[in-house]
């Protein structure tokens, strides 16, 4: 599991084990810590805080906020509130999925990127707005998409040397 | 007592009753889709709903409880507009295949529908918007996603009833799913295949897997040579299928059928189950005799159980018998000393077993010793519900078919092998013959009260030649957790066990109850189908297993004595820890 020991997962498991109704305070820790729930982490939990591991998925499904796989290196958010919307935010998310080949919520299966629609960020003056990895880019155009994916991908070659 | 009015009618009915139930005194029946007898309320569909004086909404009768001076009106034009309106939502997610569905003609939407008269989609289908997943993975049982209607009733039953937390709602509203945790197949998850999900799913969303074809295809090939056996309580469930009442005892009809179906030879699961009994009250016996005691003995002959033991109670592998089950015993019987006494080529045998079970699709295969005989021991194993389709097929007027006898040697059978198919019964069965083998002396009383009857846990001490022997019966799997965690802190602490022997079987009422058997079981449906075992083995002229004369025979030719090297080779298995979950 990335990021995290399995000391961290159970100092976790310890802490809230024994504490009645608290799944939920121990999935929050453990997507904290590694940045969603991964299984091994879902099923330590069953084991040992005996929850069966259905329970803990109803629970983990049950929620948005949790995540079952590892976030994407680039995290691409668009904006779907009234402004956006009215904007083409609708035309966005179909440019990224046709350029990345999946749909949004997904990640794409080499773990590079992922899509999600979220809902107004606050700058609806820039409309359509979406962000890569927490940075707004504004007034963004379904044409723009291809060349911003591009960058991003630079960006990681020049890393990679 | 309290005091209501339903429809002007005065009812008088116990705190705690519900409308759903009271209406029943007023001869009201109110439709229910969620709502089973024998789960608790989940309020899910919305169907029940009924006007209570002073309330300004409906409200569900399944889930409200009766209160002292309530006004209730459970028909008028608006409530079934309401109800219409429900079943019509309901319909709208739900795939329109009824002909092609395992559950046509007995399946309770289609019957509301057929009652409310829909004849048109009011809502437009949004079946298709739904992620829905098909899993056969199994063998055993099958999930068709896009039929479930979200009522619970399997999910409840699998958690709560069973403990065995395989099938789980994921996500929510619109998108909530049944699946096991993580969207993995069925035979990755913990499933013990007890097919409780499937016998109460009111919907085609969860059936038996299908294994008519194959036994038609061995019954079409002419070099096979096809033989049966049927369990214990196949012949008091059967004649649901065909307007019998609950519990009429139909083995000698079943064995016609069987030969008209073609079958070279018909043989009765209850002699096998005369065999298990040897070995299991031999085995008992010998636990019992040695120093230390090696107790408690836990009867295997449930493979829902075996599969649950397996995979949650691997700390336990040691007390379990390692006993085959009668399916397992007439198999191997069936391909070793039967086709060498009629001089049959083993190879050709078609051996099929007719099962009130869905695991016994799963225990043909589960290991190596289901092979003994060198090849697999059972081929096709059916449920109740698949043998009543195919005589239904072969057009065979069931009613009107005249008695049959099974076929010598492997059908003659005890009281004590047809009253397995009861919880309780393997036990009452067992202490009969461990009884004699202890004293040498037949039990004074033979039938074992205390084991009988619905009750999840039974109890009871037995006098043997002096050993106080206790004995503990548990059926539905949430019931074992109680017994088995006092025996492991028994054992932990080297103490001696609260119970020298237990019977456990994974359905609720046991194999009268089981997965595979007709639909819409309730308690009142398990002691009747038990009530006819009871009868059936009340009328035997022998009632305990070492009495079987065919079954003396075995040994005699065949086995030597019980828990000798042969019949280990042929009537035993052994277990082993098992992860719950594959992924």
């Known amino acids: ?161 | 007592m309290i005091k209501a009015v339903i429809n002007g009618q005065q009812v008088e009915v116990a705190r705690g009753t519900s409308i759903l139930d009271a209406a029943k005194l007023a001869n009201v029946k109110i439709p229910v889709l969620c709502k089973h007898a024998d789960l608790e309320a989940t309020s899910a569909c919305g169907i029940c709903i009924v006007k209570v004086k002073g309330s300004a909404k409906m409200l569900r009768a399944c889930s409200t409880l009766v209160e002292e001076g309530m006004e209730i009106t459970t028909h008028d034009p608006e409530i079934v507009a309401v109800r219409r309106t429900v079943l019509e939502l309901i319909l709208s997610n739900h795939p329109k295949d009824c002909l092609v569905c395992a559950r046509n003609q007995d399946c309770e939407l289609q019957k509301l529908s057929a009652d409310f008269g829909i004849r048109d989609e009011y809502f437009p289908s949004i079946v298709d918007r739904r992620q829905h997943k098909f899993d056969d993975s199994t063998k055993t049982i099958v999930i068709e996603g896009s039929k479930c209607v979200l009522c619970g009733r399997c999910v409840n039953v699998c958690q709560k009833h069973q403990n065995v937390w395989a099938l789980s709602f994921l996500s929510r509203g619109i998108n909530t799913k049944l699946s096991p945790a993580g969207e993995i197949n069925l035979a990755d998850s913990p499933c013990v295949k007890c097919g409780q999900c499937s016998n109460h799913c009111p919907v085609g969303a969860i059936v038996e897997h299908d294994d008519t074809q194959k036994v038609w295809d061995g019954l079409r090939a002419e070099d096979k040579y096809p033989v049966v056996q049927i369990a214990p309580a196949v012949r008091v469930a059967i004649g649901e299928a065909f307007g019998y009442p609950v519990g009429a005892n139909l083995t000698k009809k079943l064995y016609a059928a069987l030969k008209r179906l073609g079958f070279k030879a018909v043989f009765d699961t209850n002699f096998s189950a005369d065999v298990t009994i040897m070995e299991e009250a031999g085995e008992f016996v010998k636990k019992l005799t040695s120093k230390p005691r090696e107790l408690p003995l836990i009867t295997s002959c449930c493979p829902a159980w075996v599969d649950f033991l397996e995979k949650y109670r691997g700390d336990m592998v040691d007390n379990f018998s390692t006993c085959k089950s009668p399916q397992e015993i007439m198999g191997v019987l069936s391909k070793t000393y039967y086709a060498a006494k009629e001089k049959i080529d083993p190879s050709k045998i078609f051996m099929v077993s007719i099962m009130p079970c869905t695991a016994k699709k799963y225990e043909i295969s589960r290991g190596d010793d289901m092979f003994s005989s060198g090849y697999q021991d059972i081929d096709v194993s059916l449920t109740t519900r698949e043998l009543a389709r195919m005589i239904k097929q072969a057009g065979i007027d069931f009613e009107k078919l005249e008695d049959a006898q099974a076929d010598s040697i492997l059908g003659h059978y005890t009281g004590a092998g047809t009253i397995f198919g009861a919880t309780g019964g393997v036990m009452e069965a067992a202490v009969r013959t461990a009884y004699y083998m202890v004293t040498g002396r037949e039990m004074p009383s033979l039938e074992l009260k205390e084991a009988r009857g619905l009750k999840g846990i039974k109890e009871a001490e037995l006098d043997v030649a002096g050993a106080k022997i206790r004995i503990a019966v548990a059926h539905g799997l949430a019931n074992v957790d109680q017994i088995i965690n006092q025996v492991a802190r028994a054992k932990a602490a080297g103490k001696e066990p609260p119970y020298h022997f237990i019977e456990v079987m994974a359905c609720q009422g046991g194999c009268v109850g089981g997965g595979g058997q007709p639909y819409g079981v309730t308690n009142e449906l398990r002691k009747k189908r038990a009530a006819g075992l009871y009868e059936d083995d009340r009328q035997q002229k022998e009632r305990c297993s070492h009495l079987n004369p065919q079954v003396q025979l075995i040994y005699r030719e065949f086995a030597k004595a019980p828990n000798s090297e042969i019949a280990h080779r042929y009537f035993h298995n052994k277990y082993k820890k098992r992860a719950a979950y594959i992924k």
């Not at chain 1, 961290?8 to 310890?14: S, V």
């Open chain 1, 1 to 161: 599991m990335p990021n995290a020991s399995n000391e961290e997962l159970n100092a976790i498991i310890d802490k809230w084990k024994d504490v009645k109704g608290s799944l939920v305070m121990m999935l929050h820790a453990v997507q904290d810590k590694f940045g969603y729930v991964p299984r091994g982490a879902a099923m330590e939990i069953a084991s040992r805080a005996k929850i069966p591991l259905a329970k803990i998925y109803e629970v983990l499904t049950f929620y948005h906020f949790f995540k079952l796989s590892a976030p994407a290196r680039h995290q691409i958010a668009v904006c779907t509130g009234t402004a956006c919307y009215l904007k083409g935010a609708q035309e966005l998310i179909k440019a990224l999925e046709t350029e990345l080949g999946i749909n949004a919520g997904d990640t794409t299966s080499d773990g590079s990127f992922s899509v999600a629609a979220l809902r107004c960020l606050g700058c609806c003056v820039l409309a359509p707005v979406m962000t890569v990895n927490g940075k707004i880019h504004g007034h963004v155009k379904p044409a723009d998409i291809p060349s911003i994916l591009r960058e991003i991908a630079k960006g990681d070659e020049q890393n990679a040397r």
